[in-house]
């Protein structure tokens, strides 16, 4: 229970690193803590000891999820511990080669259940933590995958202090520093011009769902809150879905009032709708110039599974009953952008902000500024809003574009390429934000490359530490029981039972072998 308990502390240090609460120098804590638990230990106790860190990780940091679905969160929180349990279990049992696998491992738990099941959830990952750190300006580098390496790195680093290993310690200090200053140094494109935005939040109550007969109420806030807005602006950008309607929203009495709005504030609006059919619902963000006419529209790429359409539908309906959503939204397939008079926006609808390809795809069509209309009100708390503005944070660094997020109910805001928020609206409140923002162009190295980058160094460091493993098990000295001495047996042998004995080891000669004196201090902690 003592080894449980120890675990789960390192998983909670973790989730305290990750917004809403942003301790984030706690994560390096947890990681030498998770360090200590699976050094020198068997394969399956590295992942039982891992599966229960990774626990203390999820289950606060994903409690969210348990305002859609009790058992779902469960599921999702265990399952994803399973996958970082797997990730000790890949690393070598002893240093420093270890400290060289796990953040190899650890990447690729994380981009593993950033693409599978159903699509994703990269959620509750520590590159949101470490946005305020000075590791973040790596994200430009290769994006947030390469945050997360560089994290678990830096934790394996202070592993390495602690145990005494100097020079392990300082060889992974120069190269967590080289990364740092290349993140620095990296290009993250320049300015075309300034344009002035409103973000509109329109205000109401936590923990509502969507549903027809609120949807006007939902509406005629924004309509209000957009009476706030002080002209001239170039945008006034809606959140997700404040429009909900049966049918399309052009020509609809609704999209006739958006049309005269656009033209009495003379200004680009983007406004997040619902369109309904007997089959489905489109979920987009719709342009409407300054003369009131309908010119794009984006439709969501990444839906969220169970909340806006329901995988394996055909299996659990029988079970499930009136739990889940009556109707699946379309998948869209275009490129996240939306051209306009007043520039060529990058759109990221909601849940889509959590995935780097998506505004790496908008930066690649054109995005000159990224947009993440969304919709928070049907959770809790600030768990999943504060993450959301996390992600925004990091997608601004590894484009290097501003961001502009509208949320009905919070947090709306504005973030600049650099990660800095300006300004951050409140849960429920009714509020416009008004900020003067910058056009760009170019791209970083992130935009380019990928993840490709970040995927390469970690299958580089697996490789590279398994190798030290093997030649360090290869040339351990062989203690022989019949006669205890060391080293190697001649051709033949003597028959006698032959023990390999770590390098690190010491030979009382006389008295027999001695425990460790160089290697992890403590030597293995107790099953």
Avoid at 319 to 336: E, V
Wanted: aromatic share 8%; hydrophobic share 45%; glycine share 12%.
């Amino acid at each position: 229970m003592k080894t449980i308990a120890r675990a789960l502390l390192a998983g909670v240090l973790l989730a305290a690193s990750l917004p809403p609460w942003g301790w984030w120098p706690l994560a390096f804590v947890g990681l030498v803590l998770l360090d200590r638990l699976i050094a020198d230990q068997p394969a399956l106790t590295r992942f039982r000891r891992g599966w229960w860190v990774a626990a203390g990780l999820m289950f606060p940091s994903m409690i969210w999820i348990f305002d859609f679905t009790a058992p779902g969160y469960v599921i999702a929180a265990s399952y994803y511990a399973v996958l970082f349990g797997l990730a000790c279990l890949a690393c070598p049992p002893s240093a420093p080669a270890r400290w060289i696998v796990l953040p190899g491992t650890w990447l690729l738990a994380e981009a593993f259940r950033g693409r599978w099941p159903f699509g994703g959830v990269p959620v509750s990952r520590l590159a949101m933590g470490q946005v305020d750190s000075p590791l973040v300006n790596i994200a430009r580098v290769g994006g947030p995958l390469l945050l997360d390496l560089l994290t678990v790195a830096v934790g394996m680093v202070c592993a390495a202090a602690v145990a005494r290993r100097w020079k392990c310690a300082g060889i992974g200090a120069i190269a967590v520093v080289a990364f740092v200053l290349i993140g620095v140094v990296a290009p993250r494109g320049h300015d075309i011009a300034p344009m002035r935005i409103a973000v509109v939040q329109g205000g109401g109550p936590q923990g509502t769902r969507f549903f027809a007969d609120d949807a006007q109420i939902v509406y005629d806030r924004h309509v209000d809150a957009t009476n706030l807005v002080q002209a001239p602006v170039d945008l006034v950008l809606w959140p997700e879905n404040v429009v909900n309607i049966e049918g399309r929203v052009p020509g609809s009495a609704v999209g006739d009032e958006l049309s005269e709005i656009a033209r009495r504030l003379h200004a680009t609006m983007i406004v997040g709708t619902v369109e309904g059919d007997d089959n489905g619902f489109h979920n987009s963000a719709l342009a409407i110039d300054p003369n009131g006419n309908f010119i794009d529209r984006y439709e969501k790429v990444r839906r969220v599974p169970f909340g806006e359409y329901v995988p394996l539908r055909w299996l659990l309906e029988p079970f499930a009953g009136n739990s889940l959503i009556a109707r699946d939204a379309y998948d869209g397939h275009d490129p996240p952008v939306l051209h306009t008079p007043a520039g060529t926006f990058g759109v990221d609808i909601s849940w889509e902000v959590f995935f780097a390809d998506r505004t790496r795809a908008a930066i690649r069509n054109g995005g000159e500024v990224l947009l993440n209309p969304t919709n928070g009100a049907s959770f809790h708390g600030s768990i999943i809003q504060s993450q959301q503005i996390a992600s925004s944070r990091l997608r601004a660094i590894e484009t290097g574009r501003w961001v502009a997020q509208a949320a009905p109910t919070g947090f709306s805001a504005v973030i600049t390429p650099s990660g800095h928020v300006v300004e951050r609206s409140g849960i429920s409140e009714q509020r416009v934000i008004e900020q003067t923002i910058q056009r760009r162009a170019g791209q970083t190295i992130a935009t380019r490359v990928g993840d490709w980058l970040a995927i390469g160094i970690a299958l580089v460091l697996i490789a590279f530490g398994w190798a030290l493993q093997l030649e360090r098990d290869r040339h351990r000295p062989v203690v022989d029981e019949g006669d205890l001495h060391v080293g190697a047996e001649a051709a033949g042998g003597d028959g006698g039972a032959q023990l390999a004995q770590p390098l690190d080891d010491e030979v009382d000669e006389g008295l027999g072998v001695l425990g460790s004196r160089r290697g992890d201090p403590g030597g293995p902690a107790p099953p």
